[in-house]
């Protein structure tokens, strides 16, 4: 059984910091790109941020130069660094296996002073 468990969400002030984190099981980790993808209210789910097995990253233009993601294939987690938050990124994060469908339960990131 596949799962995706992300955590690090919570309420930050614009220009603040938060990191979140995607700890998988069921897959194996190492071969799998993975993703990261929010929802905003009234708006369609969009990627953010995209990691191949071998660590090559993209990023949504939004986002390029503030927001870092990695991957610990020893831990099988995946992170989703997030600098400089502005009001705009608030959104419920999702972690996704990129070559397959199956995503976390979200965690909320609200930006807001």
């Known amino acids: 059984q596949v799962q995706l468990v992300e955590s690090g969400g919570g309420l930050v002030q614009p220009g603040g910091s938060l990191r979140l984190s995607c700890a998988a099981s069921g897959i194996i980790f190492s071969i799998n790109p993975m993703a990261w993808y929010r929802q905003a209210p009234g708006k369609q789910r969009e990627l953010v941020a995209h990691?191949?097995?071998?660590?090559?990253?993209n990023y949504a233009g939004s986002v390029r130069g503030r927001f870092t993601i990695s991957r610990d294939n020893g831990k099988n987690t995946v992170y989703l660094q997030m600098n400089s938050l502005k009001p705009e990124d608030t959104a419920v994060y999702y972690c996704?296996?990129?070559?397959?469908?199956?995503w976390g339960q979200g965690t909320q990131v609200t930006v807001s002073s």
């Open positions: 996704k296996t990129a070559s397959m469908n199956y």
């Open positions: 990691i191949t097995p071998t660590s090559f990253t």
